[in-house]
C-alpha cells in the first residue's frame, strides 16, 4: 500500500517543450533524437516548396524556351543556389532519416544506443551526399 | 437479432474499422517508392543543371525519363499532402482554420502535381516540335 500521508508524486507530464516554471525554460533536455525528429518534419515542409519548384520547373519547359531560360537564370541566381543547397540537403536528410523510419516500422534499431547512433550517421549521410552533389556539379558545369 | 452484451463488449468485438492503417501505409509505400526515384531524381537536376532547354527537351522526350518523371512528381506530390496532413493534424485543432488548412494543402498538392505532369507529357509526346534540338 502507498503511504497517503506522503504528498503525492508529481503527475507525470505529457512532452510539451516549454515548462513555464522560472528555472530552464525547456522542459526536456535536448537530444539528438529530438532533432533528427523534428527536422524531419522541417525539411518535409521544404521539399514541398521544393516540390513546387519542379512544378514550376516544367511548367517553364511546356512553355517554351523564353520562360525556360528565364526560370533557370532564377534558379542559377546566387539566392536560387542557396535554396537549391538548401533543398539538396533537406532531400538527402529526409531521404536518410525516412530510411531510418522503415527501418523502425520492421522493429529494428528502436533501443536508445542505435538510435542515437542512426541519428549521427543519417546526419553524416546528408552532409556527404549533399557536398558531394555539388562537387560534382561544379565539376560538370552544372552551377 | 437481440444482443445481451454490453455496448463496451460489442464494441470489443468488433474491433477497429479496419481501414484505420491505410493512410500509415500509404505513406510508408510512397516512402519506399521514393527513395530510387529521389536518387534518380537528383541525377536528372544535375544533368538538367548543366543542359540549356534543348537538352531538357530532348532528356524529357526519352520515354523512360518522361515516365520516371510523372512517377517521381505523381507520388511526390501523394507523400508531401500526406506529410502536410499530418502536420495540420498535429498543430491546428481549430476545426474550420484546420479543414481549411487541409483543403488547401489537397488542391495545391493536386492542382500543382497535375499541372507538372501534363506539362511534362506535352513536351515529352510533342514529338517533331523541337524534338531535334
Redesign the interface.
Same mark, same amino acid.
Given at each position: 500500500m502507498t503511504d497517503v500521508s506522503k504528498t503525492p508524486r508529481p503527475r507525470p507530464k505529457s512532452p510539451h517543450l516549454v515548462t513555464g516554471g522560472l528555472g530552464s525554460p525547456l522542459l526536456w533536455r535536448w537530444h539528438i533524437t529530438m532533432w533528427t525528429s523534428i527536422l524531419h518534419?522541417a525539411t518535409? /515542409?521544404a +521539399?514541398?516548396v521544393g516540390? +513546387?519548384i519542379?512544378?514550376a520547373?516544367?511548367?517553364a519547359?511546356?512553355q517554351?524556351?523564353d520562360q525556360?531560360?528565364q526560370f533557370?537564370s532564377v534558379?542559377g541566381s546566387w539566392p536560387g543556389k542557396v535554396v537549391m543547397f538548401g533543398l539538396?540537403l533537406s532531400?538527402f536528410y529526409h +531521404?536518410a532519416n525516412? /530510411?531510418r523510419?522503415?527501418v523502425w516500422?520492421t522493429g529494428h534499431g528502436l533501443e536508445v544506443k542505435s538510435a542515437n547512433a542512426s541519428a549521427v550517421v543519417v546526419f553524416a549521410f546528408a552532409a556527404a551526399a549533399t557536398l558531394a552533389?555539388w562537387a560534382?556539379?561544379s565539376q560538370?558545369?552544372?552551377? | 437479432m437481440v444482443s445481451y452484451r454490453t455496448p463496451l463488449g460489442r464494441a470489443r468485438g468488433l474491433g477497429s474499422a479496419k481501414h484505420g492503417a491505410g493512410h500509415w501505409v500509404s505513406e510508408?509505400v510512397t516512402?519506399?517508392a &521514393?527513395?530510387p526515384l529521389?536518387?534518380w =531524381?537528383?541525377y536528372g537536376v &544535375?544533368r538538367?543543371? =548543366?543542359g540549356?532547354?534543348g537538352l =531538357?527537351?530532348h532528356w524529357?522526350q526519352d520515354p523512360l525519363n518522361a515516365t520516371l518523371?510523372v512517377i517521381t &512528381?505523381a507520388i511526390?506530390?501523394w507523400h @508531401?499532402h500526406a506529410? @502536410?496532413r499530418v502536420?495540420v493534424e498535429d498543430y491546428i485543432h481549430k476545426a474550420l482554420t484546420k479543414t481549411t488548412i487541409l483543403l488547401i494543402n489537397l488542391f495545391?498538392c493536386g492542382l500543382?502535381?497535375a &499541372?507538372?505532369?501534363?506539362?511534362?507529357l506535352?513536351?515529352a509526346l510533342g514529338a517533331g516540335v523541337l524534338g531535334g534540338a
Amino acid at each position: 500500500m502507498t503511504d497517503v500521508s506522503k504528498t503525492p508524486r508529481p503527475r507525470p507530464k505529457s512532452p510539451h517543450l516549454v515548462t513555464g516554471g522560472l528555472g530552464s525554460p525547456l522542459l526536456w533536455r535536448w537530444h539528438i533524437t529530438m532533432w533528427t525528429s523534428i527536422l524531419h518534419r522541417a525539411t518535409g /515542409v521544404a +521539399l514541398y516548396v521544393g516540390a +513546387l519548384i519542379a512544378a514550376a520547373w516544367a511548367i517553364a519547359l511546356a512553355q517554351g524556351p523564353d520562360q525556360y531560360a528565364q526560370f533557370k537564370s532564377v534558379l542559377g541566381s546566387w539566392p536560387g543556389k542557396v535554396v537549391m543547397f538548401g533543398l539538396t540537403l533537406s532531400a538527402f536528410y529526409h +531521404l536518410a532519416n525516412g /530510411v531510418r523510419h522503415l527501418v523502425w516500422d520492421t522493429g529494428h534499431g528502436l533501443e536508445v544506443k542505435s538510435a542515437n547512433a542512426s541519428a549521427v550517421v543519417v546526419f553524416a549521410f546528408a552532409a556527404a551526399a549533399t557536398l558531394a552533389i555539388w562537387a560534382i556539379a561544379s565539376q560538370t558545369g552544372a552551377l | 437479432m437481440v444482443s445481451y452484451r454490453t455496448p463496451l463488449g460489442r464494441a470489443r468485438g468488433l474491433g477497429s474499422a479496419k481501414h484505420g492503417a491505410g493512410h500509415w501505409v500509404s505513406e510508408r509505400v510512397t516512402a519506399i517508392a &521514393l527513395v530510387p526515384l529521389t536518387v534518380w =531524381a537528383v541525377y536528372g537536376v &544535375l544533368r538538367l543543371a =548543366a543542359g540549356d532547354y534543348g537538352l =531538357a527537351v530532348h532528356w524529357i522526350q526519352d520515354p523512360l525519363n518522361a515516365t520516371l518523371a510523372v512517377i517521381t &512528381l505523381a507520388i511526390s506530390f501523394w507523400h @508531401m499532402h500526406a506529410g @502536410m496532413r499530418v502536420i495540420v493534424e498535429d498543430y491546428i485543432h481549430k476545426a474550420l482554420t484546420k479543414t481549411t488548412i487541409l483543403l488547401i494543402n489537397l488542391f495545391v498538392c493536386g492542382l500543382m502535381g497535375a &499541372l507538372a505532369i501534363v506539362s511534362i507529357l506535352k513536351v515529352a509526346l510533342g514529338a517533331g516540335v523541337l524534338g531535334g534540338a
